[in-house]
């Protein structure tokens, strides 16, 4: 049944997933499957597979939990043939736990109360008999003892009795949920007396929107208000509704759920009464709980989403290669610390230099890096962008003035994360006998080399390219990137000689602990000259070796096949290909015109089928090629160093340094990223920013808006557009822009809210100093 549901829902058919699912139980990873079982899964991508891996996890947690559900009821002896069919068939955790809800343990309610003293057979006469007298019929079943002493308290029991029931009905709640689902509004409001310490949530101060159509960063927002104490926010059932005396909707869904109309009968106002207290006592705080929770968890999964996009883009941004490189860790009084690296990462040298403030030593910065790069022939300098980075860059744009023979480059790069870096047990274990402080420097200088290899050193979430990362779930969030770094770096593959053990831990098929002893028997044997030697590894069996080998490189070993990306167990087809070639190893990789010429299908057998083939032809085309981009690096414009230094309707290159579903942050070398909202980012319409943007695209903005003393700064990527100008209409989508209906106020206030340049700096600044500050 799994099986079939996770056909359906990726449109695959049910033998790829088959496949799949007993590749996964078997231990082997979605990076190995993606790439070495093409022909067991029909060529399902690594995309497919993550999504199958998280479906099929949640299925069988379902499945799990229909069983435990079913046993409970049956212990009850409650589960009839057709109840057990609707657990069997609940599709979602949340149909499963409804139908669960009547026979859920749980503490004495006073409708059991009520049950347990005989007043059941009263709820239900008057439910089912308006015409009976609900006075005189509760006369008969006073009760004293079990404190039902008056009619008054009887009915109210009878009332409780028939609350529960309607409250436990998963057919009502479900016809409640879909309605609130598409007509409820999110509302918020500050809390009287925390204006001023709820000033960054002032969009929120008085807030209503479409619960469906709420993005997750303004939901994320709201409910971090709410959590500080400072906001308070509620679910508006009734949105149309001007009148709050008046019946709320979802009372007329129950009424007409149970057919109950009022006709003026003697038990027409007691079920009014029932369906009013049902709604407002049990199944509106019920529904309001749920559906934020529902809105949290979709808000903490797109946050978590754009939070593994980014880092993915980080990841794989372009390496600038194996050249000698100084990093410099800016510092105004603590200095500016030095380290420079060779080309294969190693530290060659480190310094400390004063050029700022107090000290003021710039004459005798400039000269001691200048000696360091004439000494070291330092290719690339790499300048980490936090405080005193202009400044820093300045220094180092005079000193390669100055020094006609130093002919190094210089690139801003972030320096996020190298702090913590620094401090790690993993930077004592590398740099030993270092101070922290210059330790910094060295992550800075080898960022540049290879972003890639220095960042997974790092914990993901001090990398800093999240949206409200402290709000989402923590163990959701860490498998989410660790699946994001795990993909990144077996596309690029990793040498098994130079890898750090960060590194290696991250190869299909290996962990902390193989990582370890690689790095050990590396240390203790040399070199490894192929990959077969990986087997005497401790505790590396033929499982690991078998997920690992085809991403670990070896160059200048003993098989020029280790060095690419063709599997240990393919080697084979290669001896075949040779062998009707009539040419050696060397001569067939790079050889393109023979590798075209080859029949891809002549060299397939029953282990050997033809995608495995054309991707080994492929591979020898071009072994070990490295699927990131051409390295290139953005000129932030001389004199612009501060906040201060921008002017309204100046063009300038940066970096994107963050992509939210709200926009762009740019990086102008300001110390301050500035916003290029959604809105203005192209003349087309988009749905999402990566549509045109990723982390690490250099691109050209124009300044539009300057707030120096809220640190804001607004950018647009329409060159064209003119600051201070009403904004061009954002390109609609199918069906975008029409009037709501009743033209209510919540209803208009939303979709002011989302409306892209309404107040230059509103609710996307807002969110986005938030996340800011959740950095």
């Known amino acids: 049944m799994i099986i079939n549901t996770l056909a359906n829902e990726l449109s695959v058919n049910s033998a790829q997933v088959d496949a799949a699912v007993s590749l996964l139980d078997s231990g082997a990873t979605v990076p190995f499957i993606a790439r070495y079982r093409k022909e067991a899964t029909q060529g399902l991508d690594d995309t497919q597979l993550r999504n199958l891996e998280q479906r099929l996890t949640y299925l069988r947690e379902l499945q799990d939990?229909?069983?435990?559900?079913?046993?409970?009821?049956?212990?009850?002896?409650?589960?009839?043939?057709?109840?057990?069919?609707?657990?069997?068939?609940?599709?979602?955790?949340?149909?499963?736990?409804?139908?669960?809800?009547?026979?859920?343990?749980?503490?004495?309610?006073?409708?059991?109360?009520?049950?347990?003293?005989?007043?059941?057979?009263?709820?239900?006469?008057?439910?089912?008999?308006?015409?009976?007298?609900?006075?005189?019929?509760?006369?008969?079943?006073?009760?004293?003892?079990?404190?039902?002493?008056?009619?008054?308290?009887?009915l109210e029991g009878a009332r409780f009795i028939l609350m529960e029931r309607f409250a436990e009905d998963a057919a009502l709640l479900g016809k409640i949920r879909q309605y609130l689902t598409e007509q409820a509004f999110i509302e918020s409001s500050v809390i009287i007396g925390k204006e001023k310490q709820a000033q960054k949530y002032k969009d929120y101060f008085s807030h209503a929107e479409k619960l469906k159509s709420v993005p997750s960063h303004r939901a994320l927002a709201m409910f971090r208000g709410r959590n500080e104490g400072v906001l308070q926010i509620q679910l508006n059932a009734d949105p149309q509704q001007q009148d709050?005396?008046?019946?709320?909707?979802?009372?007329?869904?129950?009424?007409?759920?149970?057919?109950?109309?009022?006709?003026?009968?003697?038990?027409?106002?007691?079920?009014?009464?029932?369906?009013?207290?049902?709604?407002?006592?049990?199944?509106?705080?019920?529904?309001?709980?749920?559906?934020?929770?529902?809105?949290?968890?979709?808000?903490?999964?797109?946050?978590?989403?754009?939070?593994?996009?980014?880092?993915?883009?980080?990841?794989?941004?372009?390496?600038?290669?194996?050249?000698?490189?100084?990093?410099?860790?800016?510092?105004?009084?603590?200095?500016?610390?030095?380290?420079?690296?060779?080309?294969?990462?190693?530290?060659?040298s480190t310094n400390t230099i004063f050029p700022h403030a107090p000290q003021n030593a710039w004459d005798k910065s400039v000269r001691t890096l200048a000696n360091l790069c004439k000494q070291h022939k330092v290719e690339l300098i790499s300048i980490g962008n936090g405080t005193g980075s202009r400044e820093t860059d300045k220094l180092v744009s005079e000193m390669l003035k100055k020094e006609d023979t130093v002919k190094a480059q210089k690139v801003m790069v972030s320096e996020a994360g190298a702090s913590v870096y620094s401090a790690s047990e993993l930077a004592s274990k590398e740099l030993p006998d270092m101070d922290v402080s210059l330790r910094g420097a060295v992550s800075i200088a080898r960022r540049l080399q290879d972003p890639l290899a220095e960042l997974v050193k790092i914990e993901p979430k001090a990398i800093g390219v999240g949206q409200y990362q402290h709000d989402v779930s923590q163990s959701q969030l860490g498998k989410s990137l660790d699946r994001v770094i795990e993909d990144s770096v077996n596309a690029v593959g990793v040498d098994l000689n130079m890898a750090s053990p960060a590194l290696l831990s991250y190869v299909s098929g290996l962990n902390k602990t193989l990582a370890h002893n690689i790095v050990q028997y590396r240390d203790t044997h040399?070199?490894?000259?192929?990959?077969?030697?990986?087997?005497?590894?401790?505790?590396?069996?033929?499982?690991?070796?078998?997920?690992?080998?085809?991403?670990?490189?070896?160059?200048?070993?003993?098989?020029?096949?280790?060095?690419?990306?063709?599997?240990?167990?393919?080697?084979?087809?290669?001896?075949?290909?040779?062998?009707?070639?009539?040419?050696?190893?060397?001569?067939?990789?790079?050889?393109?015109?023979?590798?075209?010429?080859?029949?891809?299908?002549?060299?397939?057998s029953d282990k050997f089928g033809l995608p495995t083939v054309r991707d080994i032809l492929s591979e020898l085309d071009k072994p070990g090629r490295d699927p990131r981009p051409e390295f290139k690096t953005a000129s932030f414009k001389e004199g612009v160093e501060t906040i201060a230094d921008l002017t309204v309707g100046m063009i300038l290159e940066g970096v994107v340094s963050n992509v939210a579903n709200f926009?762009?942050?740019?990086?102008?070398?300001?110390?301050?990223?500035?916003?290029?909202?959604?809105?203005?980012?192209?003349?087309?319409?988009?749905?999402?920013?990566?549509?045109?943007?990723?982390?690490?695209?250099?691109?050209?903005?124009?300044?539009?808006?300057?707030?120096?003393?809220?640190?804001?700064?607004?950018?647009?990527?329409?060159?064209?557009?003119?600051?201070?100008?009403?904004?061009?209409?954002?390109?609609?989508?199918?069906?975008?822009?029409?009037?709501?209906?009743?033209?209510?106020?919540?209803?208009?206030?939303?979709?002011?809210?989302?409306?892209?340049g309404n107040g230059a700096m509103g609710n996307a600044f807002a969110d986005a100093f938030a996340k800011a500050k959740d950095k």
């Open 244 to 348: 709050s005396q008046a019946s709320s909707h979802c009372e007329q869904i129950i009424a007409q759920h149970y057919q109950i109309m009022h006709r003026n009968r003697p038990a027409d106002d007691f079920m009014q009464q029932v369906v009013k207290w049902a709604w407002k006592i049990k199944i509106a705080l019920h529904m309001e709980t749920e559906l934020f929770s529902g809105l949290r968890e979709r808000s903490e999964t797109e946050a978590i989403s754009v939070f593994a996009k980014n880092l993915h883009d980080l990841l794989m941004a372009a390496p600038a290669g194996a050249k000698t490189t100084m990093g410099l860790d800016p510092g105004l009084r603590t200095g500016v610390k030095v380290a420079i690296v060779d080309k294969t990462g190693k530290v060659l």
């Open 65 to 154: 939990r229909k069983q435990v559900i079913l046993k409970s009821i049956e212990e009850q002896g409650k589960l009839s043939e057709a109840l057990q069919a609707q657990i069997t068939d609940a599709a979602s955790k949340t149909t499963l736990e409804d139908l669960y809800l009547p026979y859920k343990p749980r503490r004495r309610t006073k409708g059991q109360i009520a049950i347990e003293a005989g007043l059941e057979p009263l709820a239900n006469t008057l439910f089912e008999d308006p015409q009976q007298d609900p006075e005189a019929l509760a006369a008969r079943y006073l009760n004293p003892e079990q404190k039902f002493a008056d009619t008054k308290a009887v």
């Open 526 to 604: 040399g070199a490894f000259t192929n990959r077969k030697t990986l087997l005497k590894v401790d505790r590396l069996g033929p499982k690991a070796f078998e997920q690992a080998a085809g991403f670990l490189r070896i160059y200048q070993g003993d098989n020029p096949l280790d060095q690419s990306a063709v599997h240990p167990e393919s080697y084979q087809v290669i001896d075949a290909i040779t062998a009707k070639a009539q040419v050696s190893v060397e001569a067939l990789i790079g050889n393109t015109e023979l590798l075209k010429s080859l029949d891809a299908a002549a060299f397939t």
């Open 663 to 756: 926009g762009a942050f740019v990086d102008v070398g300001v110390h301050q990223d500035g916003l290029v909202h959604i809105s203005a980012l192209t003349d087309k319409f988009i749905s999402d920013p990566r549509e045109v943007v990723k982390a690490g695209d250099i691109v050209k903005v124009k300044v539009m808006e300057v707030d120096a003393d809220r640190k804001r700064i607004s950018f647009s990527m329409r060159l064209d557009d003119t600051p201070g100008a009403p904004k061009p209409a954002r390109p609609a989508a199918k069906n975008a822009g029409k009037k709501p209906k009743g033209g209510n106020k919540p209803a208009a206030k939303a979709q002011r809210s989302s409306q892209p």
